[in-house]
């Protein structure tokens, strides 16, 4: 998940072609992280940006109606908004199985607040991007509903073609910056950040002149921003995302929706952090993987994938496809697996109901291909296997790893290359 932006004065040439598509393809990064990312949710999030002194809508957290109607008059706001809790978009839209319309709910009277809430907790929630069952709610955001004269978007995010951290901001905020980003393109800023220096108080004011904050509210503005690159180097955050940095009638610059990409490798640093993680709503496979250092990603297909390498797993999902062929999943066992990785992984493999065949594509510069054989056969007289297996090694010790194979009398095809090995693996499950 990574992206970018730029100044009045300089941005003329990066607008263009840099900052268009790094926008419109920064989600799509995701897919191949080293790890399983880290996602919180909106409230956790809101409480990481008030400790940096991020100005935000005043809240509190329920996991009952009754909590809820609690907070609500606590608040003693004159709007309240009741949030469901979820790690997916679109909640506003969403339907939840209870029957409610909405994730999102406006209310003056704290009693509807316990209703509305009587009707999320426990429930499923779809939207557009929830799984079709919907995520089952579990806790919701009571807030003050404040009113925005003006929405901008406001992010700090990581920009390979710029070695380092960047702004990126736009006047118009409150819808998909994506969307901004392909119909106005002339609307979106960009500053980059000096990693020694950090963000300079003309580019913070720049970029609130930018957004379109006027008089004492540009300096205002100016100031959360330099806030949030606090947050940004405090967490170890690979994106910083506002949506929207808004206005409102009495003159405040409020975060009012907020959302944290963390570097994973800074783990062993923020560890509180980390700590908060749910995996409540992840894929349980892509969970017990990332327990066994196993990157594993579920797609919507039957072939199984077991690759290492992140290059080489998507390739072979490729060649897969090309031979007219579905892939189940994406797993890299990474440089430095043991035959136990392997056994675990085809154990991940071989409990998904939707895998019809299992296709391994191992190039061993590091890795051992005697250590892969060894456990492919461990993992298929202990587990079963129950489906078409085939494998295609090359590297290191690879004729002691075709010798294992061939001795172990299980029904193993092998291939000659990664062409070979997808068509083989096509024509396993054409035959059944």
């Not at 709503?281 to 290492?308: Q, R, W």
């Amino acid at each position: 998940m990574a992206a970018s932006m730029a100044s009045r004065a300089v941005s003329r040439a990066l607008r263009g072609s840099a900052i268009v598509p790094l926008l419109l393809n920064r989600n799509k990064l995701v897919r191949v992280s080293p790890r399983r990312w880290l996602n919180l949710q909106e409230y956790q999030s809101k409480k990481l940006m008030q400790e940096c002194g991020v100005a935000v809508q005043r809240f509190f957290v329920a996991d009952t109606a009754t909590e809820a109607l609690d907070a609500a008059k606590r608040l003693n706001a004159k709007e309240i908004v009741l949030k469901a809790q979820i790690l997916a978009g679109g909640r506003g839209k969403g339907v939840f199985d209870s029957g409610l319309k909405g994730g999102v709910h406006l209310t003056k009277d704290p009693a509807v607040v316990q209703e509305l809430a009587n009707k999320m907790l426990g429930f499923n929630l779809t939207t557009k991007q929830t799984p079709k069952e919907g995520v089952k709610v579990n806790t919701v955001m009571v807030a003050e509903a404040l009113d925005i004269s003006r929405e901008t978007y406001f992010a700090i995010l990581m920009d390979r073609a710029c070695n380092g951290p960047v702004m990126v901001g736009s006047p118009q905020g409150g819808v998909d910056i994506e969307e901004v980003a392909e119909k106005t393109p002339e609307l979106i800023y960009k500053e980059v950040i000096d990693i020694f220096e950090g963000v300079r108080d003309d580019q913070a004011l720049r970029m609130a002149a930018n957004l379109g904050f006027k008089g004492p509210l540009e300096r205002q503005a100016a100031d959360q921003i330099k806030k949030l690159y606090d947050l940004f180097l405090k967490v170890d955050a690979t994106q910083v995302e506002v949506n929207p940095l808004g206005e409102t009638p009495e003159g405040q610059v409020v975060c009012f929706d907020a959302k944290i990409n963390f570097d994973d490798n800074a783990e062993f640093r923020q560890k509180d952090i980390f700590a908060m993680d749910n995996t409540a709503e992840s894929d349980p496979i892509e969970t017990e993987a990332a327990k066994h250092e196993l990157k594993y990603i579920g797609l919507d297909g039957n072939i199984a994938c077991f690759v290492n390498g992140a290059g080489l797993a998507m390739a072979t999902c490729d060649i897969i496809d090309l031979h007219g062929g579905k892939p189940a999943n994406f797993l890299d066992l990474g440089g430095g697996v043991k035959e136990d990785q392997v056994y675990t992984a085809f154990k991940l493999l071989s409990a998904d109901p939707k895998v019809e065949a299992i296709l391994v594509n191992i190039f061993g510069g590091i890795v051992n291909c005697a250590i892969i054989a060894k456990g492919i056969i461990k993992a298929s007289g202990e587990l079963g296997l129950k489906v078409p297996l085939v494998v295609r090694l090359e590297g290191t010790n690879v004729q002691e790893a075709k010798r294992i194979l061939s001795e172990s009398g299980l029904p193993i095809t092998s291939a000659n290359n990664l062409d070979d090995a997808a068509e083989k693996a096509v024509a396993a499950i054409t035959k059944k």
